[in-house]
């Protein structure tokens, strides 16, 4: 059993010390309702919609916003999971890094896909996904865009993730995209799926809310509404395996005979 929570956090904090400032607030209740691991939105640390800002907010993976991480998950006995600009070398990416309640460095992700808009002026995508151990459960992350495709869940499934963060900064214009489509995400790979979405309004932006956690049969476990907000949950590792054995997607797909 994982107990998980998720961060739904206001867009409009100002800058990295009001971020990190939020978090060092909340992780208490957190760790009271005995959460195993906290995910975070995407681009939490620096904030998504900055534009130039990115430049100047962007660190290397050993910088700032990691140090500050381990320093809280050791303190609260939480794992953290967190979006945030990396810089390597003169590239920047939009990354993910999960840090362990001990403040070793769990798994770090970059963004595959990069979606039209702003993103593409400052962020090159990145190459793989690795997957993570982590109370009992193998775990994958995608990155909000990532998580439109049904190819890189198929394939972080079939790579054996049971879970898997999302990260996301999801405008209000997409709501069928949180009700809908991240859901069945979660059922036609039979996994559980974690959606972390900011909330509110950050300069011209308006952010959906909505964030979920799904089972592997498609079911939402708890989902948030449009306000700042936390999650929380208790993930069986047996509705895994009950899922995919009942709807048998990953090796039957197998099977398919396409030519």
Same mark, same amino acid.
């Given at each position: 059993?994982?107990?998980? $929570?998720? +961060?739904?956090?206001?867009?409009?904090?100002? &800058?990295?010390? !009001?971020?990190?400032?939020?978090?060092?607030?909340?992780?208490?209740?957190?760790?009271?309702?005995? $959460?195993?691991?906290?995910?975070?939105?995407?681009?939490?640390?620096?904030?998504?919609?900055?534009?130039?800002?990115?430049?100047?907010?962007?660190?290397?993976?050993?910088?700032?916003?990691?140090?500050?991480?381990?320093?809280?998950?050791?303190?609260?006995?939480?794992?953290?999971?967190?979006?945030?600009?990396?810089?390597? @070398?003169?590239?920047?990416? /939009?990354?993910?890094?999960?840090?362990?309640?001990? @403040?070793?460095?769990?798994?770090?992700?970059?963004?595959? +896909?990069?979606?039209? @808009?702003?993103?593409?002026?400052?962020?090159?995508?990145?190459?793989?996904?690795?997957?993570?151990?982590?109370?009992?459960?193998?775990? +994958?992350?995608?990155?909000?865009?990532?998580?439109?495709?049904?190819?890189?869940?198929?394939?972080?499934?079939?790579? @054996?993730?049971?879970?898997?963060?999302?990260?996301?900064?999801?405008?209000?214009?997409? /709501?069928?995209?949180?009700?809908?489509?991240? *859901?069945?995400?979660?059922?036609? /790979?039979?996994?559980?799926?974690?959606? !972390?979405?900011?909330?509110?309004?950050?300069?011209?932006?308006?952010?959906?809310?909505?964030?979920?956690?799904?089972? *592997? &049969?498609?079911?939402?476990?708890?989902?948030?509404? $449009?306000? *700042?907000?936390?999650?929380? +949950?208790?993930?069986?590792?047996?509705?895994?395996?009950?899922?995919?054995?009942?709807?048998?997607?990953?090796? &039957?797909?197998?099977?398919?005979?396409?030519?």
């Amino acid at each position: 059993m994982l107990t998980l $929570a998720i +961060a739904q956090a206001p867009s409009d904090l100002p &800058d990295w010390a !009001a971020r990190m400032a939020w978090l060092e607030t909340h992780l208490p209740e957190v760790s009271a309702q005995g $959460a195993d691991l906290l995910v975070l939105p995407e681009l939490f640390a620096c904030g998504y919609f900055i534009g130039d800002q990115l430049q100047e907010r962007a660190e290397p993976r050993d910088g700032a916003t990691a140090k500050q991480l381990q320093k809280l998950a050791q303190a609260h006995g939480v794992a953290i999971h967190c979006g945030y600009a990396e810089r390597g @070398g003169d590239t920047l990416y /939009n990354s993910a890094m999960c840090i362990g309640p001990d @403040g070793v460095l769990l798994s770090h992700q970059r963004k595959l +896909a990069i979606p039209p @808009g702003f993103e593409r002026n400052f962020l090159a995508p990145g190459n793989g996904v690795s997957l993570f151990e982590f109370r009992g459960f193998k775990i +994958a992350t995608l990155i909000c865009y990532d998580a439109e495709f049904p190819e890189t869940f198929r394939h972080v499934a079939a790579l @054996g993730a049971e879970l898997v963060l999302v990260p996301t900064a999801l405008g209000a214009d997409w /709501n069928w995209v949180a009700e809908t489509m991240i *859901p069945t995400r979660a059922y036609e /790979n039979g996994v559980f799926l974690a959606y !972390a979405n900011g909330a509110g309004q950050q300069g011209e932006m308006s952010f959906l809310g909505k964030s979920v956690i799904a089972t *592997p &049969d498609g079911r939402e476990l708890a989902r948030a509404g $449009a306000g *700042p907000e936390i999650l929380f +949950a208790d993930l069986d590792h047996a509705l895994v395996v009950k899922a995919q054995a009942r709807l048998p997607y990953l090796k &039957d797909r197998l099977r398919l005979n396409l030519s």
